[in-house]
């Protein structure tokens, strides 16, 4: 357990369809991250909040919308997504300064038929 | 961007001892870190290097030479648990900014 939470641990979801991947951590941090995983690639960095504000948005197609409504949760709103977006997509978390390690959450696999 | 490089896959024997090499170019960075990610977990912290030289924790130890764009995770006393892969990623200026690498999985033979 590394403190940091994410539901659902697996989806499946059809290209039309609308659902959300929440993340939450108890370790009173208050940066949160979003990342994208694929097989055989680097973990690719998808949104960065820190005291709830965004803060790092690395060109991300618009099918995906981060929310942060405090410092301990974090959302990911998905809706018309790709077969191509289906991969890992793991929060994690740090403090504000990012001085030390950041904490990942264990990751929901995503399927988009 | 950062051009992280790490071997793709590497085989090792239980009990011997395993270099994971990491090779970068940037601009300038903040820190340089280690994560173990095991098959279907998330990746967790393993070690840390703000100034060039080496670290050591227990059986891990993680080097780095800034001048020589260059970082090696060195495992000891190397375990079937220790079959995992292992993930490189540097600490950008912008101190909420990670880069990762691709990671090197680490086969841990008998």
């Given at each position: 357990e590394?403190?940091?939470?994410?539901?659902?641990r697996h989806l499946v979801m059809g290209m039309t369809n609308k659902k959300s991947l929440k993340c939450e951590q108890h370790l009173g941090h208050n940066a949160m991250y979003w990342y994208k995983q694929s097989a055989k690639k680097p973990l690719e960095l998808m949104f960065v909040y820190s005291l709830e504000e965004r803060v790092e948005n690395n060109s991300v197609p618009s099918r995906f919308s981060p929310e942060c409504p405090n410092s301990s949760h974090l959302f990911l709103h998905l809706h018309t997504l790709q077969p191509e977006d289906s991969a890992l997509y793991l929060c994690a978390s740090s403090t504000r300064t990012g001085e030390n390690e950041q904490f990942f959450g264990p990751g929901t696999r995503l399927t988009v038929l | 961007g950062q051009n992280i490089d790490q071997p793709t896959e590497m085989t090792a024997t239980e009990g011997a001892i395993v270099q994971i090499n990491c090779t970068y170019q940037t601009s300038g960075f903040n820190g340089l870190f280690w994560y173990q990610q095991h098959a279907g977990e998330a990746p967790t912290f393993l070690s840390y290097n703000v100034l060039d030289g080496l670290e050591e924790k227990g059986r891990f130890?993680?080097?780095l030479?800034?001048?020589k764009g260059y970082s090696y995770l060195l495992l000891k006393e190397l375990q079937m648990k220790d079959?995992?892969?292992y993930l490189c990623a540097l600490k950008g200026r912008n101190f909420?900014?990670?880069?990762f690498g691709s990671g090197t999985k680490l086969n841990v033979k008998p």
């Amino acid at each position: 357990e590394t403190g940091v939470t994410q539901t659902p641990r697996h989806l499946v979801m059809g290209m039309t369809n609308k659902k959300s991947l929440k993340c939450e951590q108890h370790l009173g941090h208050n940066a949160m991250y979003w990342y994208k995983q694929s097989a055989k690639k680097p973990l690719e960095l998808m949104f960065v909040y820190s005291l709830e504000e965004r803060v790092e948005n690395n060109s991300v197609p618009s099918r995906f919308s981060p929310e942060c409504p405090n410092s301990s949760h974090l959302f990911l709103h998905l809706h018309t997504l790709q077969p191509e977006d289906s991969a890992l997509y793991l929060c994690a978390s740090s403090t504000r300064t990012g001085e030390n390690e950041q904490f990942f959450g264990p990751g929901t696999r995503l399927t988009v038929l | 961007g950062q051009n992280i490089d790490q071997p793709t896959e590497m085989t090792a024997t239980e009990g011997a001892i395993v270099q994971i090499n990491c090779t970068y170019q940037t601009s300038g960075f903040n820190g340089l870190f280690w994560y173990q990610q095991h098959a279907g977990e998330a990746p967790t912290f393993l070690s840390y290097n703000v100034l060039d030289g080496l670290e050591e924790k227990g059986r891990f130890s993680s080097f780095l030479s800034r001048s020589k764009g260059y970082s090696y995770l060195l495992l000891k006393e190397l375990q079937m648990k220790d079959s995992a892969s292992y993930l490189c990623a540097l600490k950008g200026r912008n101190f909420n900014k990670f880069y990762f690498g691709s990671g090197t999985k680490l086969n841990v033979k008998p």
